[in-house]
């Protein structure tokens, strides 16, 4: 009787549950990461799990040899001229276009040995760096001064632990001074956003890898393995010029996006309406067109999936700074679906 009593109860347990559980699991399914913008191939395996295959980026080509390090190159319309060597420099980068910017503040140019890279090498002269890292140029100053103190403090993190250049901001922010920190970010400030990527509805995309290791560049394969591939739900961000952007870190040639078809108008009803309740229309914050408003950052035009990790680390409250306290709200309904939608359609807009 007891055995009947006891298979009744778990029967009626298990109609009970299996909807949550299959809610859960759906729930699961759309919120899996979105490590196309932390830049790489899958999300990270569980903790205690092995090592899923592709889920770190692909190894870096192997370094080219002394000549080809020590070998002048040049690019169109400049007078310029560097090795590789040189590009490579963490505290003196190449600058192709010193005619694009104002005079760069030391800090910027050069960093400060030991401790403090060039701020131009990850984010360019000009301000726009690369998708893996972060284009502050036409930021508010106020808002640049915040971030390199939530970097400093710990409220500002990476929900993808795996991403490396997160830890060496980190560091960073930390040995600035006040006065080096306030001068990067008024010269990054005095820098207005103009177009640097083009997004591009697609179902299928060249096939990539992620080079750098760490969260690195995402580039297209050539070769014997070069080709097409479907997109499937995810965002490729490119160099419009890959040899251009690797290895000679152009400041001048862009990024190209590419977005399952159907994304760009479901990111306009989001990011315009609020998804019908699901969040807020950015422009409440943003302002008209998301060109930034009082010291809220202009997003339109910017890297999508530089965009993409800050929603996802607002939702999963890796960021915690005083700003983050407006986003998390906005962020914390979104699907990883939502977030590839969002991030792509503020990207095709005109700065």
């Not at 889920?55 to 370094?63: H, K, S, T, V």
């Not at 401790?115 to 984010?123: I, K, L, R, S």
């Not at 820098?191 to 060249?206: G, H, S």
Request: net charge negative.
């Amino acid at each position: 009787m007891k055995t009947y009593l006891g298979a009744i109860v778990l029967a009626s347990l298990a109609l009970l549950l299996t909807p949550a559980t299959e809610s859960a699991q759906e729930e699961t399914s759309m919120n899996a990461g979105v490590p196309w913008a932390y830049g790489f191939a899958k999300p990270a395996p569980a903790p205690g799990s092995a090592p899923a295959g592709g889920g770190a980026a692909a190894p870096a080509a192997a370094p080219a040899d002394p000549e080809d390090r020590d070998a002048i190159h040049h690019l169109p319309d400049t007078t310029q001229a560097f090795s590789i060597k040189d590009i490579d420099s963490n505290y003196g980068p190449a600058d192709w276009y010193p005619g694009d910017h104002p005079t760069m503040p030391d800090i910027v140019a050069h960093g400060r040995k030991p401790a403090v890279t060039a701020c131009g090498f990850c984010h360019y002269p000009n301000g726009k760096g690369r998708p893996n890292n972060a284009g502050p140029a036409g930021l508010p100053v106020a808002y640049i001064i915040q971030q390199l103190q939530d970097f400093k403090d710990g409220s500002r993190n990476t929900w993808d632990k795996r991403k490396r250049n997160e830890a060496q901001m980190i560091a960073i922010a930390t040995a600035l001074t006040p006065e080096e920190a306030q001068a990067a970010a008024a010269y990054f400030s005095s820098m207005k956003w103009t177009p640097y990527v083009k997004v591009v509805e697609a179902e299928t995309v060249p096939k990539t890898h992620y080079v750098g290791g760490g969260g690195g560049l995402c580039m297209p394969l050539t070769g014997t393995e070069a080709g097409t591939e479907p997109i499937a739900n995810r965002l490729i961000e490119i160099p419009t010029n890959p040899d251009d952007t690797e290895p000679m870190r152009d400041p001048r040639a862009g990024f190209i996006a590419y977005v399952p078809p159907g994304t760009l108008k479901k990111g306009e009803d989001i990011v315009v309406n609020g998804g019908g309740g699901k969040t807020l229309a950015c422009a409440s914050c943003h302002g008209q067109g998301l060109k930034g408003k009082d010291d809220f950052p202009s997003l339109a035009g910017r890297s999508p999936s530089y965009l993409a990790r800050q929603l996802n680390d607002f939702k999963h409250l890796s960021r915690v700074g005083p700003g983050s306290k407006k986003m998390q709200p906005v962020a914390q309904n979104l699907t990883d679906d939502d977030i590839l939608a969002v991030t792509a359609y503020i990207a095709s807009l005109q700065p």
